[in-house]
């Protein structure tokens, strides 16, 4: 049994040695930008008072935020990690809970934040299809300029151990697995984890957690926008303006949302998305292959496999698994451990 249940990703959080140079890229990706005691703030159209926080300081990822529903949720949480509950200072107010991960990440649990009102930031137009053919008579125009985001739908962190990092987001938050995702059969390598929000729906993954070969760090934050006229305005954008893709536009496997993935100034990755799966507590967890992580439906391939036919997915797991299987012997070696 969980500690308690949150109900959303809030935040994530950063530092950065220029705040005007990521001001100018968050305001292209679609955030409206203020500053505060110091700190860069990026927030969507959903009311909540910020989705993105830049602090002064060497470029680095400092922590991803999680809502809960209470305050006395916050108070349950304390009380088993053996924390104190702060007062925010930062817009919105509210109470946090600071908390750090098996992997040293940091982890701020907010509740009570004051919150505006949502708006609706991008028109919907009507789509006709060949069955259905709502919009007569009218046109579709749109300005150019960068998407609009709503809000933040979720982070994507690398883990030295999975299952040890899957059993301590469990065991505080409450997640539930939508996708694990193996190297090779009973070699998990990583998961898509929603939040429980019982017959509510909640996003496919509000967390992934990837146990992947290279240095820790967040692999992405993803942000929702309005629809696919949207995110293809926004890629235009930040294509005129010249900044780093990273990957898109496709539509992924799991979670089915059609994605845009870009650079920021200092290295950090960042998703538009839109179009998700939803799902309920009801729904089992499902078991996935590693090439289903990197495959698409349609779009762009991953930049690994660009200009390359893409490895079969028997010799990919193979070489993930092999690769698993080295970092074991290799940190148990390093222990002084038998191999």
């Known amino acids: 049994m969980a500690v308690t249940k949150i109900e959303d990703i809030a935040h994530v959080r950063f530092a950065a040695p220029n705040l005007s140079t990521m001001k100018s890229f968050l305001e292209d990706f ?3 930008c ?3 005691r110091g ?13 993105h926080v830049t602090e002064p300081g060497e470029a680095k990822f400092l922590a991803v935020g999680f809502r809960a529903e209470t305050v006395g949720d916050l108070e349950k949480l304390a009380a088993h990690e053996g924390a104190v509950i702060e007062d925010s200072t ?16 940091g982890v701020e649990v907010v509740a009570g934040q004051a919150n505006g009102e949502a708006t609706c930031s991008f028109e919907d137009k009507q789509r006709n299809t060949t069955m259905v053919r709502p919009r007569q008579r009218s046109t579709v ?22 299952r040890a990092s899957e059993k301590w987001y469990k065991d505080r938050f409450g997640f539930l697995t939508s996708d694990e995702v193996e190297a090779a059969t009973d070699v998990p390598v990583g998961a898509f984890m929603r939040c429980d929000r019982g017959e509510k729906l909640a996003d496919h993954h ?13 692999l992405h934050a ?15 954008h930040l294509k005129t303006r010249k900044w780093k893709p990273a990957w898109g536009v496709g539509r992924h496997i799991m979670g089915s949302q059609i994605f845009d993935y870009w650079k920021d100034p200092f290295g950090n990755e960042l998703e538009h998305w839109t179009d998700g799966d939803l799902f309920t507590a009801a729904d089992p967890p499902q078991k996935m292959p590693m090439s289903a992580l990197l495959a698409v439906q349609w779009g762009s391939p991953h930049p690994m496999f660009a200009g390359k036919r893409p490895p079969r997915p028997a010799l990919m797991s193979f070489i993930l698994a092999l ?16 191999v």
């Open 323 to 338: 690769n698993l299987r080295l970092q074991r012997l290799f940190s148990r070696h390093s222990k002084g451990r038998p």
């Open 34 to 36: 203020f500053e505060d």
């Open 222 to 236: 993803a942000f929702e926008v309005a629809n696919l006229d949207d995110l293809m305005l926004g890629h235009r």
């Open 90 to 105: 930062e817009p919105g107010g509210g109470k946090i809970l600071r908390l750090t991960d098996p992997d040293g990440y």
């Open 141 to 162: 125009r749109f300005d150019a300029g960068p998407a609009h985001v709503h809000r933040i739908g979720h982070a994507v962190l690398k883990v030295r151990d999975f």
């Open 39 to 51: 700190r860069l703030y990026g927030r969507g159209s959903d009311g909540r008072p910020f989705v």
């Open 30 to 32: 679609g955030m409206a």
């Open 206 to 218: 509000t967390l992934f957690l990837a146990q992947l070969p290279g240095k820790l760090g967040l």
